[in-house]
Every structure is written in structure tokens, then in C-alpha cells.
């Protein structure tokens, strides 16, 4: 018999167990390993259209002033969250996408879309003593040591290093402030319009936000570079300091271990954010991207692995099956 999408679908739904939560009962979400999956249809079109901005995330034809859209959708503990068709920019799911709040490392996406955007990936960025300072998730390189932007976006990309983040900002645009400059322009540019960011790693500072909308917007451009959903999909990568000493860094999204469908993005996380996660999925031709912002760590993965399927397989279309 062939294995097919709705079998797929079938085998990730999620579990739900009785646990005892702090001594009280309680409910935990669970979901399933993700089954293998049947080889999918080669496509005739193009994975990737020539990139546009126009159009993308807008609200669908009479879904304009939901609080939820659709109603039928399986649903996130996200405050904020919205998914999008990664082709077309089309809005296939949104819960209070325009809220204003602070999108912790997930706005490291948009500053590494300016550094692969500007190239030259092989330029040498030398690590001054205030690179250093940044905290808490750290590369752990020293004053004096140089590295190439492309191991730096690597550190920033998979692990989430807030030092690679300001040492690659400020050797690209000669400051922080420089740099935070010319991300509002960037966004502003992709129809970020509601975001304010002021530092290139997503730390908490007063003035910095986006929302879920907007981000979706920012991570539809990412997702459409070919050198940064290389390094997104990423489980781990070997960073090797200018000492010679090795290091191992895993990434901080768990979902790209669960299957390769899953295809990166970002994960963020500060006490003022609560958890963030951008991440994408790919499947016989479908690309969707998920933005949930707000949430908790207990939900946060099941209920991407859970949506972004469910965006995959929207409209009932079957997934070609083995025989």
C-alpha cells in the first residue's frame, strides 16, 4: 500500500498524556517522531521565483481584522504567531500578528539577510574587547582574533552567538548604531514597517520590537538566499578558533533534528520576549514559514512541527505516495 501524506500526518498528531504539573494534575502536549517520508514528485517550476516583497503576509481576502485566522487551524501557545506560503508570500495562518512586542535572536535573521546581502563572505572581522562582553549565549572568541564573516554567520545563524552578532555589526557598518540603521532600513524596505530594531542580536534594550507580521516579512526575504538556509538547516557546526582549539556548537532549533522537511530558521529567547521561533518546512515543492513569538518552551516545538505540517498539506493536497 502507499504511505501517504494523511498517513504522515496521522503518525506526527500529537500525544496527550496525564502529568503531574508542580504536584497538580495537568495536560502535556506531545508529539510523535516524525515518520519517513515517501520521495516527492519532481517539480516543474522553479523551487524559487524571483524574489518580490509586494503582497507578502498581507491579511487574506476576508480575514482582515481577525483575531485568529482560520478558526479550523490547529493553534499555538504563541501569543503572536503567523504563517506564510514561502513562494508566494500568501497568509495561511495568523493569530494577532501585528502586536508589537520584542522578537528576541529571531531579528538576527534580519541582520544576517544585510551581511550575505552587502557579500564579500571571505572579509576578515577582527574582534575588539567590548565584542567580548556581549552575553549570555557566547562564541567565546578573544580581542585581537580575526575571523571571516562566514564563520561568524555560521555562529550566529546555527548557535545564536550574541558576540559573532555584534562583531560582524560593527565591522560591517563601522558601529552598532550604524548597523541598527541600516536595519530599520532594511526592514523598512521589506514592509517591515511596524519594527524598531536597535542592536544587532535581539538583547533587550527599551525601543526594539517587531511583530509576527513583520518578521514573516523578514524571514520571507532570508528564506529566499541560498547561503543562509544553508547554514539554518544546520544541526550543529565545528568552529575553529584562531588559537586552533575546536569547538562542536549545536543548533538551538531542535526541530531541524526531527526530520529534514524541517528547514531552519531562528529561535530567540529573552525573559521580556518569552520563546521565539521562525522556522520553515519543505516538502514536494511546498514551502511554508512560521513565526510564533511569546511562547513557552514546554509548547513551542510540538506546535511548529504540528502547524507547519499542517500548512504543508492545507487544501487537502496528497503528497505523491510509494507503491
Known amino acids: 500500500m502507499g504511505l501517504s501524506w494523511r498517513f504522515v500526518c496521522i503518525c506526527l498528531v500529537e500525544l496527550t498524556v496525564a502529568a503531574s504539573m508542580s504536584g497538580a494534575g495537568g495536560t502535556v502536549r506531545r508529539a510523535l517522531p516524525v515518520q519517513p517520508l515517501p520521495a516527492p514528485q519532481p517539480s516543474a517550476s522553479p523551487t524559487f521565483p524571483l524574489f518580490r516583497t509586494s503582497g507578502v503576509a498581507d491579511d487574506p481576502a476576508g480575514a482582515a481584522g481577525a483575531s485568529i485566522y482560520p478558526a479550523d487551524a490547529p493553534q499555538t501557545a504563541a501569543n503572536s504567531a503567523i504563517m506564510i506560503d514561502a513562494k508566494s508570500g500568501a497568509v495561511l ?31 576578515a572581522n577582527r574582534v575588539i574587547p567590548s565584542d567580548c562582553q556581549v552575553e549570555p549565549t557566547k562564541l567565546g572568541f578573544r580581542p585581537g582574533d580575526i575571523y571571516t564573516k562566514r564563520q561568524l554567520l555560521a555562529a550566529l545563524l546555527v548557535h545564536s552567538c550574541n558576540d559573532a552578532a555584534v562583531c560582524l555589526a560593527r565591522n560591517e557598518a563601522g558601529s552598532l548604531s ?6 530599520n532600513s532594511k526592514a523598512f524596505s521589506l514592509g517591515a514597517t511596524e519594527s524598531h530594531f536597535v542592536n544587532p542580536n535581539g538583547l533587550p534594550v527599551p525601543g526594539q520590537y517587531s511583530t509576527a507580521r513583520n518578521m514573516a516579512r523578514i524571514a520571507f526575504a532570508a528564506y529566499h538566499e541560498p547561503v543562509l538556509r ?20 549545536e543548533a538551538t532549533n531542535r526541530l531541524i533534528a526531527r526530520s529534514p522537511m524541517f528547514t531552519g530558521m531562528k529561535t530567540g529567547f529573552t525573559e521580556a520576549s518569552g520563546r521565539c521561533l521562525v522556522s520553515s518546512a519543505s516538502y514536494g515543492g511546498h514551502d511554508v514559514i512560521l513565526v510564533q ?15 507547519l505540517i499542517w500548512g504543508l498539506d492545507r487544501d487537502g493536497r496528497a503528497v505523491a505516495s510509494r507503491e
Open 93 to 123: 495562518y495568523m493569530k494577532s500578528p501585528d502586536v508589537r512586542r520584542p522578537v528576541a535572536s529571531t531579528q538576527k535573521l534580519l541582520t544576517a539577510l544585510i551581511l550575505v546581502q552587502d557579500g564579500n563572505l571571505d572579509a
Open 178 to 183: 550604524a548597523f541598527a540603521e541600516r536595519m
Open 230 to 249: 544553508q547554514y539554518m538547516r544546520l544541526t550543529g557546526f565545528n568552529f575553529t578558533y584562531a588559537s586552533g582549539r575546536h569547538r562542536y556548537f
Open 293 to 307: 513569538l511569546g511562547g513557552t518552551l514546554h509548547f513551542l516545538f510540538d506546535d511548529a512541527q504540528r502547524m
